[in-house]
Nanobody, 117 residues
């Protein structure tokens, strides 16, 4: 599985951005895709996740502002609205495959989101 994240950029507080995570390879066996972010000097944190069945999960800090979705090709999108300076981070997409008792994680290269006036 290969992941390509894109869509980051500079946006003013209150603005919106849409991140994309394009998956290729053995995408039919992906169980979930998750967006993580890592701000300077901080640990990586989960932002939002979506399972192959369509179940979603969000960090409390982004509930009501971010929406995760996917298309039929298992590409995943993160619509971010009402952005705040604390949303500034490098955003990574992660795919998980569970095969038997084994878990396999795949990571995209990250895309930088900067929220600043």
């Amino acid at each position: 599985v290969q992941l390509q994240a894109s869509g980051g950029g500079l946006v003013q507080p209150g603005g919106s951005l849409r991140l994309s995570c394009v998956a290729s390879g053995s995408i039919s066996s992906i169980n979930a895709i998750t967006w993580y972010r890592q701000a300077p000097g901080k640990q990586r944190e989960l932002v939002a996740a979506i399972t192959s069945g369509g179940t979603t999960n969000y960090a409390d800090s982004v509930k009501g502002r971010f929406t995760i979705s996917r298309d039929n090709a298992k590409n995943v999108f993160l619509q971010m609205s009402s952005l705040k300076s604390e949303d500034t981070a490098v955003y990574y997409c992660n795919a998980v495959r569970i095969l038997g008792w084994s878990r396999y994680d795949y990571w995209g290269q990250g895309t930088l989101v900067t929220v600043s006036s």
